[in-house]
């Protein structure tokens, strides 16, 4: 990434979680600390870097609530990791704060935080069976054999593993080696649970299943879980948040269907889901409403979400549902000519590649219905949307 | 599908054939390439080694050369009882004049005397005479005629060696290296106890190599632990250091440790200088067993380090994440995860570092002294300087099958195949 767009992030976050207070149900937001006294865990100011030139975590504030189901999504190479490891105390905070249930815990050794982790490797003991990994933490703490035994059969059963106790992890499946890592983090009760791509060696059946497994256990324990995956689909499904992680910095905290609908940035809306992109100039601004002339000369009317000022460039985002195919009068507040490209036949549902405003990568999802029945590649069509399903974002550093 | 049952139910491929037998065919090939590709190594090692080892080995029961040399009083002999107190009769005599006739023609009978000399001193001259004085005699009785050429043709005792050790084969050798003896009526005693040497010896050689085992692995296996540790960059760095002194021969390696070592060395120089010990009290530090071990300690390192490093560094670092995550203290992670699973590599280096100890030869040779020496040192004394090679491949075997019997003992505790080598 060019030095430039680096710099430019963090004044375009501060505008996106401005944005994001009001659209957003009132939840709560990672703003400067003191907002929500009552945070379980507490990211406060925290900063990070590994080598002393550049920043891997930057400014971070992040309140996390107990009980609350939270994931860190972004791409590879986002800082998800160096979080996680920060808050379990492997790795220490180069600046700023963690709170824990309210104490600071930075000074505290990992092995006293009583926090609960489930690695990518699963890193289960290979030279013990599964019963003795599961006892491990209850024998740390010098709990009695009975209490033990009792304990690391409940946990066994929660993953419905019962009869596996006495063979070692090699012998074990992926998905049952996974499982008896998500028993052994929860078995001695930790405030808090720390899951780094817990599931991204399973195939994707498996993930699916295991994905509703953890959400289950977590409802039935109302334990507090931190969740890293670079899997979008897995963190929508999963969460009651997410924050959205790019280069170091939280691009957007929201619950998952506001992330989606209301992405606060143009990074947010093309990382979420499919997002169709038009790029213009921004020509007029009136309260949330604002007019924005396209580079081919069209005029679109979107919701001012994150412009500049007038004159400035954006970045429209549109989602492939929202967008109608020969809408009815009245219907939509803009409409555009195209031309059909492909047609990608899906059953419910047709993709269609449609050529508009000088883009032939403009994506439509058209309901399998008989008015949609004549669209064929080479036809015309006119395409429509409404006011608040186009949204004027911050234009991409690298467009 | 397109595959063919025969009539026996067998799969058959298009052309009738049994598959397993076109499969066979097929592979018959590459296996006959992959053959002709190692046989220039094959033969190599068969010429060179195993045929020499074997051969070195079957000289431990060898015995030939006193039938050889000595063909018909081998067999005149048989009638006669060792057991009994009378002297071989005339016959016995007879065969051995025309024996040692033919044995000073042909030079062969200071070999056997020197065979002999071995099982008791005194046959080496015997022999050496009696082939000069035989061809003086010219006509029987050769009874008194030999005992006149040499007194000890008329002792009993001289009798008994030779029909004790003329078979083709003896048992004599091995009985020699664990410090016994055949005796003169055919019975097994232990040596006298001033003569004992090898079981002590071979039982110094594996207390040493069990010391320098230990030693290396105390050493190495912090060593190990910081390479596996640091970046690769960095690790690899001092990885080099851990192989420098491959790069030096073992013989610069070991005089180093004399000039370290010695009472005027490097260290002792040292000591006194910090005025740990008085200048008179120096410790001896080389020609003595602190010297073998420290100087093999030294030498055999890498192979310790090697396989440790080769196996920790396989070992997730989440492993210690996990278990302190859990709530084990650091130390508690380190020996309940981390150090179970650096068990094949201890196991590989133990016994690779052992198995090389116990057949050390140059290091101990130069800085072991008299007390430091171990048995390889003894049996290059019998191979070059005593020329006893019987005794010597006695002692070879004896210590090839100490070493199997630890690899089997180490094969059923740990397992070979959870030894890792790199
Ligand atoms: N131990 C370390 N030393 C130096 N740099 C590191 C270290 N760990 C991570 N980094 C760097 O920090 C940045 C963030 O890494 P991190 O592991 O947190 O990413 P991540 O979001 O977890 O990515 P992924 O999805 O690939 O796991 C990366 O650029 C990485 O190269
Ligand atoms: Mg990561």
Known sequence: MPGGARDALPDMVDEGSDVAETSSDGVAVGGAGGANDNAFVRFAEVQKSYDGISLVVKSLNLDI????????????????????????????????EIYLDGQPINNVPPHKRDIGMVFQNYALFPHMTVAENLAFPLNVRRMGKAEVQERVQRALDMVQLGAFGGRRPAQLSGGQQQRVAVARALVFDPKLVLMDEPLGALDK??????????????????????????????????????????DGVIQQLAPPADLYERPDNSFVAQFIGENNKLTGTLAARNGTGC?????????????????????????????????????????????????????????????????????????????????HAGLAPGNDVALGWRLEDCRALDMPANE | MTDVTGTNGELVTADGRPLRASLARALRRQKLQALLLVAPLFLFILVSFVLPIADMLFRSVENSIVAKVLPETTTALRSWDPQGDALPGEEVYAALYRDMLIAAKNRTATRVGQRLNYESSGFSSLFRSSARKVKRIKAGPYKPAMIKAHKKWGKLETWQVIANYNARYTPGYFYAAVDARIDTDGGVTMQDEDKR????????????????????????????????????????????????????????????????LQQQGVINEFLVFLSIVGTDDRPRLIHNQVGTVIAMTHILLPFMVLPLYSVMKTIPKSYVRAAISLGAHPWRAFWAVYFPSTVPGIGAGAILVFILAIGYYITPDLVGGTSGTFISNRIALHISSSLNWGLAAALGVILLGIVLALYLLYDKIVGIDNMKLG
């Open chain 1, 205 to 246: 059946q498996l993930r699916e299943q295991m994905q509703y497994e953890i959400k289950h256990i977590h409802e039935n324990l109302e334990v507090t879980v931190v969740y890293v995956t670079h899997d979008q689909s897995e963190a929508l499904t999963m969460s009651n948040r997410i924050a959205v992680f790019n």
């Open chain 1, 65 to 96: 609530a107990k009980g609350e189901f939270l994931t860190m999504l972004g791409p590879s190479g986002s800082g998800k990791t160096t979080c996680l490891m920060m808050l379990a105390g492997f790795e220490p905070a180069t600046y700023g």
């Open chain 2, 197 to 260: 040497i090898y079981v002590n010896l071979f039982l110094r050689t594996l207390g040493l190599s069990l010391t320098i085992t230990l030693a290396t692995l105390v050493l190495g296996f912090p060593a190990a632990y910081l390479l596996a540790l640091l970046p690769t960059a960095k690790s690899n760095l001092l990885l080099i250091l851990v192989l420098l002194p491959f790069w030096t021969s073992l013989l610069v390696r070991t005089t180093a440790w004399i000039a370290l």
């Open chain 1, 291 to 371: 007019e924005v002339t396209l580079d081919t000369g069209e005029s679109v009317k979107a919701l001012a979400v994150n412009t500049g000022a007038v004159g400035e460039r954006t970045m429209l985002s549109l989602r492939p549902e929202r967008v109608m195919v020969d809408p009815g009068e009245g219907q939509c507040d803009t409409r555009v000519p195209g031309r059909v490209e492909e047609l990608i036949y899906l059953g419910d549902h047709i993709r269609t590649r449609i050529s508009v405003c000088g883009r032939d990568d403009f994506i439509v999802k058209v309901p399998n219905s008989t008015e």
